[in-house]
């Protein structure tokens, strides 16, 4: 890469392309690899096993078929000639029938089944924006049609749909091999506290910034013996298993951890490419913003 020059005089380098960063931050990309420092996940090829829940998420409306959650869904039921006939006549009266998923409910029934719970998302994003709709206010998930009604009311996970198919045309237009496909990620649900999550920020290489990904002030954490054994933590969690090396190339990235209880411990939660976009969080905040040197 070529250096830059900033606004203030300061060299740096450029941040990773942001197709190489898309590529390699997907969750069925990273995932793989870091199996035994992150939560229990099975990912699911939506356009190879579920070509019909793609073509429905870009649909409008929100119908979910009860037979979705149920073990042996009925058959769509079908008209007779004069009730074709009525519908054709009516422009008013579309077609309701209701989406139903054999090949995907069965799949996540399966997956429910061994981990009890699941918290979904897609290949970037999960439907935090959507958790309003759920009775829990959280996206724990006990049914397919809990993961369907998520997905489908979450501008983040539109958004990852309308992503991917961008950075397969991008793919597509530069000869690159890879042909990005929809991933549904089903994670293991287990409980975590707010004030234990983390955001990470690494530019070229190093781990420059971490703050709480949760904006409520938490005073014990604030004393310095505690801050220092988070830093501490991070570092080495970021040194063991994502600082660049021959098989880690990616050097720009965002991503969350969750510290266990007794700081001793990190789980990695998600990965994000580094880009002018990317949320902060309190990276602005003083208070709450870990310095790392």
Same mark, same amino acid.
């Given at each position: 890469?070529?250096p830059?020059?900033? $606004? ?10 942001p ?15 870091? +199996?035994?420092?992150?939560?229990? =996940?099975?990912i ?10 793609v ?9 979910l ?13 079908? +008209? !007779?000639?004069?009730? *074709?006939?009525n ?8 077609d ?11 799949k996540?029934?399966?997956v429910?089944?061994?981990y009890?719970a699941?918290f979904?998302?897609?290949?970037w ?5 959507a ?11 006990? =049914?397919? !049609? ?13 958004r990852?749909?309308e992503?991917?198919?961008?950075l397969?045309?991008?793919?597509? $237009?530069?000869?690159?091999?890879? +042909? ?9 649900w287990?409980?975590?506290?707010r ?11 190093r ?5 709480? +990904? ?11 013996p ?5 830093v =501490?933590?991070?570092?080495?969690f ?6 660049? =090396? ?17 700081? *001793? ?14 949320d ?14």
């Open positions: 890469m070529t830059v020059a900033t $606004e203030g005089g300061a060299v740096q380098l450029p941040l990773t392309d197709t190489d960063a898309l590529l390699q931050t997907q969750y069925g990309a990273w995932y793989p690899h870091n +199996r035994s420092i992150a939560p229990k =996940s099975t699911l090829n939506l356009d190879e096993m579920e070509p019909d829940f073509k429905w998420l870009d649909e409008d409306g929100l119908v078929a009860d037979a979705n959650d149920t073990a042996d869904p009925k058959p769509r039921p079908t +008209r !007779n000639a004069a009730e *074709d006939d519908v054709m006549s009516d422009a008013s009266d579309e309701t029938s209701e989406p139903q998923f054999p090949i995907l409910n069965a996540i029934r399966t429910l089944a061994d009890g699941i979904p998302k897609l290949n994003s999960a439907p935090l924006d958790a309003w709709i759920m009775t829990s206010k959280t996206l724990k998930c006990q =049914s397919p !049609n809990d993961i369907y009604m998520l997905i489908k009311s979450s501008d983040f996970a539109m990852d749909v992503q991917v198919q961008a397969r045309s991008v793919c597509a $237009e530069q000869a690159r091999p890879q +042909r990005p496909q929809l991933e549904l990620v089903l994670k293991k287990f409980e975590m506290p004030s234990h999550e983390f955001r990470c920020f690494v530019r070229a290489g781990l420059i910034a971490a703050c709480q +990904r949760d904006i409520t002030y938490y005073e014990h954490l604030q004393d310095a505690t801050q220092e054994q988070i =501490s933590a991070l570092h080495t970021f040194t063991a298993h994502l600082a660049p =090396s021959e098989t880690r190339t990616l050097r720009d990235m965002v991503f969350d951890v969750y510290l266990t209880r007794h700081l *001793d411990r990190c789980f990695l939660i998600d990965v994000n490419p580094f880009l002018p976009r990317t902060p969080l309190l990276r602005s905040s003083t208070p709450k913003h870990i310095h790392l040197h």
